[in-house]
């Protein structure tokens, strides 16, 4: 039985898939590895735990298959991130990440030198902290001994794509994420390069999502149990790929991915951009499509903050009982009216991408009284996280995207008391599919183009993607969250000068 597999460098460990030609999962592995703050908003990992992690996961895939029949490893990962290599392809230092904020400063020193409108019309996009380019100018301008030596720069899973083939590539999706791309023409914008004196030759030769890229190396092979020569697919950055994996492939469908970060993520047929850059606009891992993606940086993490900070009791029976402790904590949270009688959650735990922009934002519980117990803070995690997704919402709204239906992703999707807000927040329906495998099965599909099992990708979704169940709004729910959101939004502009004060102090 023929077979391809997807491989995500994920944030909190790396997966790979296995599915057959029907789009049915075969085997899975999972190798996780820490992650590393040396400073307040600090983000890195060692690409080392990286391969190590692919490497291992692989090798669990190649004992569960039959490896010979495999046809094609499509790649997908964390975007942003960057690994330094010098001129041997040794790893400089750790890798900063996508949810890293300390290049505020570089950030800024783009916007000024390009300029902010400038900027937009050259790569869609705005200069943020989580983006490849101010990670670089951070190397130069704090570790200026390392730039000197610095000859490559690779996002996660092209470092791990070097590692199984020797190539130096990346996809056009993830390639977007740097602000480095020319995401209307899809190749690298080497103006914006030499106005930032970024050397060109920095950067890996990019392909559409479903191109080979190269191919598994004998060494690779012998250190993952996998035949060499397999192709290794060009595949995408994680929410393209994820996009690929819940069939966002055409105009009116939306995603919405409740993962550490939370993303809403809508096809475009044309490139669409939003005059104030508050959502981004990349290229999809479809050939010659776009997406618009909104990002909020702490979503399923705001909630793993929660339990891991205040849900002790929660975790001791979930030990006791087998029962994952995310049941129990919903379902309190069920039990409370919407709107938490006036306690709202900002989710700003590592800064706020989408709309706002700010590296200095910080969560916040507002509005906490005497009546309020753990079962409403709660639900005012999952509340304020919708608050968020709903912020991108409206702004694809206004850009005259269609959001007929959100397909649900990520593990926050598990759980039906927070779809079900999701859906009164954002007034649209809320869709299950019958696969939720993520970027790696998105990956996957990506690589079955590239077999020749299908024809593009948009058969391939066709033929394995399917609507299994539909939350619908509550209409009753519908106005007091309207009255909600907008005290939401309404606290963020009170409390930002705050926020930005308590960075200086720290």
Same mark, same amino acid.
């Given at each position: ?227 060499? /020569?397999?192709?290794?697919? #060009? &595949? $995408?950055?994680? !929410? ?5 994996? *819940?069939?966002?492939? %055409? ?42 993606? /909104?990002?909020?940086?702490? #979503? &399923? $993490?705001?909630? !793993? ?5 205040? *849900?002790?009791?929660? %975790? ?47 969560? #916040? ?34 850009m005259g995207i269609t959001t007929s239906e959100v397909r649900a992703s990520g ?74 959101f907008k005290e939401y939004q309404a606290a963020y502009q009170a409390l930002a ?10």
């Amino acid at each position: 039985m023929s077979s391809v597999l997807g491989l995500d460098v994920g944030t909190s460990g790396t997966k790979a898939i296995a599915m057959n030609a029907e789009g049915k999962l075969l085997a899975s592995a999972l190798v996780e590895y820490p992650l590393y703050s040396p400073k307040p908003n600090w983000a890195e990992q060692d690409p080392a735990d990286w391969k190590r992690a692919a490497f291992d996961a692989l090798k669990q895939l190649a004992g569960r298959i039959n490896p010979r029949e495999v046809k094609a490893l499509g790649l997908t990962g964390q975007m942003h991130g960057s690994v330094f290599l010098d001129a041997k392809n040794q790893v400089l230092r750790n890798a900063l990440l996508w949810c890293d904020q300390r290049t505020a400063d570089q950030c800024a020193a783009i916007t000024e030198k390009v300029g902010e409108k400038r900027l937009l019309e050259m790569v869609s996009n705005p200069a943020l902290t989580g983006f490849t380019a101010p990670k670089i100018l951070w190397l130069r301008d704090h570790e200026p001994a390392l730039y000197d030596r610095l000859k490559k720069v690779l996002l996660p899973k092209d470092y791990i794509r070097f590692e199984l083939t020797g190539e130096f590539a990346t996809d056009v999706a993830d390639a977007s994420g740097t602000l480095l791309f020319d995401v209307k023409n899809r190749c690298w914008h080497k103006e914006l390069m030499s106005v930032l004196g970024i050397d060109p030759e920095f950067m890996p030769a990019s392909y559409e999502g479903p191109e080979i890229t190269g191919y598994l190396s004998k060494d690779a092979a012998k250190k993952t149990g996998l035949p060499a /020569g397999i192709p290794v697919v #060009a &595949g $995408g950055g994680d !929410q393209a790929a994820g996009g690929v994996g *819940c069939g966002i492939v %055409r105009t009116g469908v939306i995603s919405a991915s409740l993962g550490t970060s939370g993303v809403v993520f809508a096809f475009a047929d044309t490139v669409s951009t939003d005059p104030e850059g508050r959502v981004h606009t990349f290229c999809h891992s479809v050939p010659g499509k776009w997406h618009v993606m /909104g990002v909020m940086l702490s #979503a &399923g $993490g705001a909630l !793993q903050w929660f339990r891991n900070t205040l *849900c002790q009791s929660e %975790r001791a029976v979930g030990e006791q009982t087998g029962v994952d402790p995310y049941e129990y904590i919903t379902a309190e949270a069920a039990q409370v009216p919407v709107g938490c009688e006036g306690l709202i959650f900002l989710p700003y735990l590592t800064g706020e991408r989408t709309p706002h922009k700010d590296p200095y934002a910080k969560a #916040a519980f507002l509005g906490l009284s005497l009546r309020h117990t753990k079962a409403y803070m709660a639900r005012a995690v999952l509340e304020g996280v919708a608050f968020g997704m709903r912020d991108s919402l409206e702004i694809m709204r206004g850009m005259g995207i269609t959001t007929s239906e959100v397909r649900a992703s990520g593990g926050g999707a598990r759980s039906s008391v927070w779809k079900q807000i999701l859906a009164d927040t954002g007034r649209v329906p809320m869709v299950t599919i019958n696969v939720d495998e993520g970027p790696s099965y998105g990956a996957a599909i990506l690589a079955s183009v590239a077999a020749g099992m299908y024809a593009n990708v948009e058969e391939a979704c066709d033929a394995i993607i399917h609507e299994t169940a539909r939350l619908e709004p509550n209409p009753k729910n519908l106005a007091p969250y309207d009255q909600w959101f907008k005290e939401y939004q309404a606290a963020y502009q009170a409390l930002a000068p705050s926020f930005r004060r308590i960075a200086s102090l720290l």
